[in-house]
């Protein structure tokens, strides 16, 4: 498969992680994808860091809005979307080289709309704590339903998602 895939990233005041975001993304093995990047009213150097990669990687789209929030800046990031496939990033998260590879591959093996990867939380200290029980089976409305204990450690950067399942609901975190 070589379908684009496109990344919304919204992002406020994230001059000290957005360069490895940016980076996590680019450094993808699956190379077919567009990175968006919504500036969600920064007043720090996040605007000067995303444009210099901008500069760098013509997949990089690059908006600008005042502040009106996460859910706000990843729909702005939807109206652009050019892909067929959707993932959401935070600007402070990261991804590993094979992250967009694998879940492709998981997709077109279980021809699932909605595939979730497990996701590491990292602390000050460097602790690392896995979350790989949220979907079980492949079943995102399962966990997105349940009351499961860590409905609240689940990141949107960890799922990737057909297009056109967006226009069925509503996404707001």
Known sequence: MNELVSVIMPAYNMEKYIGDTIESVLNQIYKNLELIIIND????????IVEKYQHMDERII?????????????????????????????????????????LIKVAEQTGKDWICGKMDIIDTNGNIDTFSQQCK?????????????????????????????????????
């Open 62 to 102: 690059y908006i600008e809005q005042e502040n009106q929030g996460v859910s706000v800046a990843r729909n702005v990031g939807m109206s652009y979307a050019k892909g067929k496939y959707i993932s959401f990033l935070d600007a402070d998260d990261l991804w590993e080289p094979i992250f967009l590879s694998t």
């Open 41 to 48: 009213g920064s007043s720090d150097g996040t605007k000067e």
């Open 137 to 173: 089976d492949g079943c995102m409305l399962d966990f997105l339903t349940s009351n499961n204990e860590y409905r609240f450690f689940w990141g949107g950067g960890c799922v990737y998602n057909k297009k056109r399942n967006f226009r069925k609901v509503s996404y707001s975190v």
